[in-house]
Nanobody
Framework: VQLQASGGGLVQAGGSLRLSCAASGRTFARSGMGWFRQAPGREREFVAT????????YYADSVKGRFTISRDNAKNTVLLQMNNLKPDDAAVYYC?????????????????WGQGTQVTVSS
């Protein structure tokens, strides 16, 4: 599976962005997917995950109620809708895929990673 993340950019606090992750490969529809982020000087942290069918999602407490993860298996795409963005949300965002039907919240759960897209939030 190859992953390409896009949709990052500069937004004011309180604004919204939608990240997209395009996947190639026939196994996408059977892969749990996740979004992670990494700010300068910090470890990569979990943001959100979704299972293969889109029926189960899980979020980090810091983004719950503001971010929504979804997927379209027909288009091999995973989305992360981010609303009410805060300066603490600024980071490089990565999408990831795992050889497992369920989602996962640990970096070590994932087998494939995209290149990342930068999100900057101005206060």
């Amino acid at each position: 599976v190859q992953l390409q993340a896009s949709g990052g950019g500069l937004v004011q606090a309180g604004g919204s962005l939608r990240l997209s992750c395009a996947a190639s490969g026939r196994t996408f529809a059977r892969s749990g997917m996740g979004w992670f982020r990494q700010a300068p000087g910090r470890e990569r942290e979990f943001v959100a995950t979704i299972n293969w069918s889109g029926t189960s999602t899980y979020y980090a407490d810091s983004v719950k109620g503001r971010f929504t993860i979804s997927r379209d298996n027909a288009k091999n795409t995973v989305l992360l809708q981010m609303n009410n963005l805060k300066p603490d949300d600024a980071a490089v965002y990565y999408c990831a895929a795992r050889i497992n039907l369920s989602g996962g919240s640990y970096v070590s759960d994932y087998d494939y990673w995209g290149q990342g897209t930068q999100v900057t939030v101005s206060s």
